[in-house]
């Protein structure tokens, strides 16, 4: 890792990124290996191995269609996803709904999880020792799916996924395909962003036209 890496990830609480390097998937998983779904489901609602289980409502272990073509990953629950359990409800929810419909894809479909299965405080970003605790659930969860594609929404999931420093605005933009978990990756810029910042919308839409036209594939 460049100094220059370290410092950035130094600033947002990361000293590391541990889930897109060079070890072999298989041996990450191997702590919570499950041979099912709601094995692993199990595994996930009872995990304490962070602090976070002191302080959430509900684990949001992910929701829809888990032989999906297309995985979407957030970086971490808010706060209306940790009251109902479920992942991108409220505004954000309601904003990735319609992009999806923009592009013939409804909810049900796909499946959607994020980074981290319980929320972290005020929402701030994922620390080295929350991701750790958590990247084998994630590793596990796209090995049972195995879609077709992965869109990942916002900057923190998507440099923890594509291990880059870069701004999402530099990552967004194509296809990037991942060395680890062996899949492509479109990222984008996250809902709750795009509600901020509106004018984002158009970048957003080129993205989802790329998620379309490997789906149609």
């Known amino acids: 890792m460049s100094d220059l ?19 072999n998937p298989k041996e990450l998983i191997k702590e919570d290996k499950s041979n099912d779904w709601e094995g692993l489901n199990e595994i996930v609602r009872k995990c304490a191995k962070c602090s976070l289980h002191k302080s959430r409502t509900q684990v949001v272990f992910g ?15 808010g706060s209306e996803e940790d009251k109902q359990g479920k992942p991108f409800v409220g505004r954000s929810g ?8 923009s592009i013939n894809i409804i909810r049900d479909e796909i499946f ?21 605790s958590c990247r084998s659930f994630l590793i596990n969860q796209i090995e049972m799916i195995n879609p077709k594609i992965i869109l990942s929404l916002g900057r923190v999931a ?18 990037i395909f991942s ?11 996250h809902p709750a962003y ?20 490997i789906l149609n594939t």
């Open 5 to 23: 890496r370290s410092q950035y990830l130094s600033m947002i609480g990361i000293t590391k990124w541990k889930l897109n390097t060079k070890p």
């Open 63 to 77: 929701s829809g269609n888990k032989n999906a073509e297309l995985l979407i990953i957030g970086e971490a629950p």
């Open 94 to 101: 309601k904003l990735l709904d319609s992009m999806l419909k």
């Open 112 to 132: 959607i999880t994020n980074i981290l299965k319980c929320r972290p405080p005020d929402n701030r970003d994922p620390k080295e020792k929350e991701i750790n």
């Open 158 to 175: 998507s440099q923890i996924l594509l291990d880059s420093e870069d701004a999402i605005g530099k990552i967004r933009g194509g296809e």
């Open 179 to 189: 060395d680890v978990i062996k899949k492509p990756i479109v990222a984008s810029y």
């Open 194 to 213: 795009l509600l901020r910042n509106p004018t984002a919308k158009e970048k957003s839409w080129q993205d989802l036209k790329i998620i379309k036209k």
